[in-house]
């Protein structure tokens, strides 16, 4: 069974060292010495495509490559891209990495979404760009019918405490989301690209959530699937206190060592598990402790393999009704909104509208999260829609999941 779906971390291959360096005067221009393997292979595939025997037309394609980058024409240099063979080094470590995975046979004809990692950085942007662009192109002989990028908050290699506590644990916890938004036994992640603690990362992540984890070495023609060991992390930890690692686990979440002892089980064996998944923060006078990647890892594995895990939050213990600026609204959009609050007086404290740009985007009354906001949508027998957002005492994953199945449920009856 191929995958439909892959999840790949990208790194700055493609930008450095491989177009920095381009000289295209002298590039692929002489014929590689016969001791140069990885020369003779860009050969081949420049051979294979055509390129290699044209060299006018070859020297015109670099010089293009070499101004969009100069220049950040991020578009154009996507485009010509598509017009060397993908198994050439210069496309980079992705561009690569997903062509050895389409030629062993990895990944098959139907490969409908790419899901592409970037850093927190300017590089990483550009790069998800260029390549969300590249593998959308039509002429993209390793096309996806669907490719987006997503930035990892706090990758990023200028300020290593960042990146520890918030860059790695944030990529572990977006690996978790597109797993259980696609479906285990049809994704995949190519963890080619990327800061190497990436590496170590996406396959521990893959051993503890049975998710297929790839890695392709520059130097090698060859795939690397990280074999299952056939043991399984032991989730028993949070099994048996899923509260408290749901609060460990809110991004930027931070505690001090008297809030760490009041939270941690008295249960000693339980509770060296818990401490050896946190990493301390040194915050000037104050030591903080936060969910280390690993912790995260734990986590995400459990909201996998757990999908129907929920947890009631506290009832709200002040009413502040509903709010209404003067605006345009859709007819009997008020009164939907207030009867939602109506219905749930220990469950919402406060509901109020908010922006309803993007028509659409509003297909009907329902309710999601968005970055921990609770939304909900409306729409009138004209198709105008309107959104609110919905205030509750919900301040972890596993609350959150249970208010929007209470909501969801309501509305359904």
């Known amino acids: ?139 993209c002989p390793i096309g996806f019918e669907s490719c987006w990028f997503r930035t990892v908050k706090g990758l990023q290699d200028e300020k290593p405490l960042i990146f520890q506590r918030e860059g790695l644990t944030n990529l572990v916890r977006m690996l978790g989301d597109e797993l259980r938004k696609w479906g285990g036994e049809w994704i995949a992640i190519n963890a080619t690209g990327g800061y190497k603690a990436q590496i170590a990362l996406a396959v521990a992540f893959g051993q503890a959530t049975r998710c297929a984890v ?15 060991i056939p043991f399984t ?4 930890p949070v099994e048996s206190q899923p509260k408290l690692w749901a609060d460990l686990a809110e991004p930027g979440n931070l505690f001090t060592w008297d809030e760490m002892d009041r939270l941690l089980p008295s249960d000693m064996e339980l509770r060296q598990s818990v ?37 009631e939050p506290k009832s709200v213990t002040e009413r502040n009704g509903c709010h209404f600026p003067p605006h345009h609204y859709p007819d009997g959009f008020k009164e939907y909104v207030e009867g939602v609050y109506n219905a749930y007086p220990s469950l919402i404290s406060e509901c109020h509208s908010i922006d309803h740009s993007g028509q659409g985007a509003i297909h009907g009354n329902l309710f999601y999260w968005r970055d921990h906001r609770l939304i909900g949508e409306y729409v009138d027998r004209n198709r105008f829609g309107g959104r609110f957002e919905i205030m509750t005492e919900a301040r972890n994953e596993l609350e959150r999941r249970w208010v929007l199945n209470r909501l969801v449920s309501g509305s359904r009856q």
């Open 1 to 139: 069974m191929n995958p439909t779906t892959l999840v790949c971390t990208v790194g700055t291959s493609l930008f450095m060292p491989n177009l920095l360096r381009l000289d295209p005067e002298r590039q692929y221009m002489l014929d590689p010495a016969a001791d140069d393997l990885l020369g003779q292979t860009d050969k081949k595939a420049l051979e294979r495509s055509g390129l290699w025997a044209n060299k006018d037309a070859l020297r015109e394609l670099l010089q293009g490559i070499a101004f969009d980058f100069k220049s950040k024409r991020w578009a154009d240099l996507a485009s010509k891209l598509t017009r060397l063979p993908p198994d050439l080094r210069l496309c980079g470590a992705e561009i690569n990495s997903i062509e050895a995975m389409i030629r062993k046979k990895i990944l098959g004809e139907q490969r409908q979404r790419l899901s592409l990692l970037v850093s927190d950085t300017e590089d990483g942007a550009a790069l998800g760009t260029i390549l969300s662009a590249y593998f959308r192109d039509p002429r």
């Open 214 to 228: 790839f890695y392709k070495h520059e130097r090698f023609d060859q795939i690397i699937r990280f074999p299952r």
């Open 233 to 236: 992390i032991d989730l028993a």
């Open 275 to 311: 401490e050896s998944m946190m990493d301390p923060i040194d915050d000037g006078d104050t030591a903080y402790f936060a969910l280390s990647a690993l912790g995260m890892v734990y986590w995400e594995a459990y909201l996998t393999l757990h999908p129907e895990s929920m947890l």
